[in-house]
């Protein structure tokens, strides 16, 4: 017999908490499906990262991203969410009650709201994730201002990466490691960055592993040529990586619209109410919120204030459509 709840939250980063605060307080009694590793941690990529110092509210230095977390999920809770820290296998949205299996459990329930997130693509060298905020960062916007008057190493040849290297040089000298001469990055963005005198390039040079201090933190990368098979090391006192981003989308494959990217498209266009913003997707009743819809801003406030969106669609959707 499967356990029904009126609203599931799939993921629990600051845009599920947000949801489970926001449909808790609706007196929903939201479900959390927290997650347990298999699409990051649970808690989502601020249980990553060390000082967030642009979350508004906390000023003095910022807030640990762990504790941050921690109070969004007690928050949510004092409101009547439950965390469960289970990864969900399976899901079926073809019909309501819609249908979400975790190992051991089958769940139904009237609304979904999907808050898996997306993680950062990383060079897959063993211990990688262990190194993020030691040194090694994700997101220049989140960390760049802990590198004032220092010098930094960005990889990668996208549009991002030239965005993180612009922005890291309001902070830092900045040497942007490539593995080809071709960039996939647009035409301004690249002549952006090189007309920045605080930008060197270094091109053809493929990334194989991190240089690591005593403590363990990062002190630069491990390089081959990729003409010449040279290998050498590039020093640093930081790096960031910016080779794409990877939505954890692979269970809602076949059920919900998502763009070429893997993205889940929501919107207006995806079947919510004409002319405003939604979290809605292609499924009535299933709701996105945060970074697995949203490719382009991808901070922390954002995914919270897409979260709010997600619970205010589903509890209007729930007000006309029935439990
Ligand atoms: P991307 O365009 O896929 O670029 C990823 C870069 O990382 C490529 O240069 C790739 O090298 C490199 N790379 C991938 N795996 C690597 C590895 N293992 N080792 C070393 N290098 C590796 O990703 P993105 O820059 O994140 O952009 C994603 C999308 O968002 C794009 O459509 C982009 O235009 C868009 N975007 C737009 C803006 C904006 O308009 N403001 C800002 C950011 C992103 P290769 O080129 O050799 O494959």
Redesign the pocket.
């Known amino acids: 017999m499967a356990e029904h709840h009126k609203v599931l939250v799939i993921g629990s980063g600051p845009a599920g908490d947000t949801a489970a605060l926001y449909t808790g307080r609706a007196n929903l009694k939201p479900m959390v499906l927290a997650g347990f590793g298999k699409g990051g941690p649970p808690g989502g990529q601020l249980m990553l990262t060390s000082e967030i110092e642009n979350f508004p509210g906390f000023p003095n230095g910022g807030i640990d991203g762990k504790e941050l977390m921690g109070r969004m999920q007690k928050q949510a809770e004092e409101f009547g969410a439950t965390f469960k820290m289970v990864d969900v296998e399976r899901v079926d949205f073809s019909k309501r009650p819609f249908h979400v299996s975790t190992d051991d459990t089958e769940y139904t329930a009237d609304v979904v709201i999907v808050s898996t997130g997306a993680r950062s ?1 990383l ?2 060298v063993p211990g990688e994730e262990k190194l993020i905020s030691r040194g090694l960062h994700t997101c220049a916007t989140c960390d760049g201002a802990f590198y004032k008057k220092k010098k930094v190493i960005v ?7 030239m ?1 993180e290297g612009n922005y890291l040089t309001h902070f830092a000298d900045v040497a942007l490691v ?3 001469e071709e ?2 990055a ?1 035409k301004t963005m690249l002549d952006r960055c090189f007309k920045n005198p605080k930008m060197t390039f270094k091109l053809n040079e ?2 194989l592993s991190y240089l690591l201090r005593p403590n363990g933190t990062v002190r630069g990368i491990h390089v081959v040529n990729t003409k010449t098979k040279i290998e050498s090391d590039i020093e640093a006192d930081g790096v960031f990586i ?4 990877i939505p954890n989308t692979d269970l809602f494959k076949g059920q919900l619209k998502m763009n070429e990217d893997g993205y889940i498209i929501t919107g207006p266009w995806a079947g919510g109410p004409d002319g405003h913003p939604s979290s809605y997707t292609s499924v009535a009743g299933v709701f996105a919120c945060g970074d697995v819809q949203d ?1 382009t801003y991808r901070q922390a406030i954002t995914a919270a204030g897409s979260g709010c969106m997600a619970a205010i669609d589903a509890e209007r959707w729930l007000g006309e459509h029935g439990g």
């Not at 990889?155 to 990466?161: N, P, V």
């Not at 910016?242 to 981003?245: F, K, N, P």
């Open positions: 693509r060079l897959g990889i990668g040849g996208g549009d991002s990466a965005e490539h593995r080809r960039f996939r647009s493929q990334p910016a080779i794409g981003h490719h």
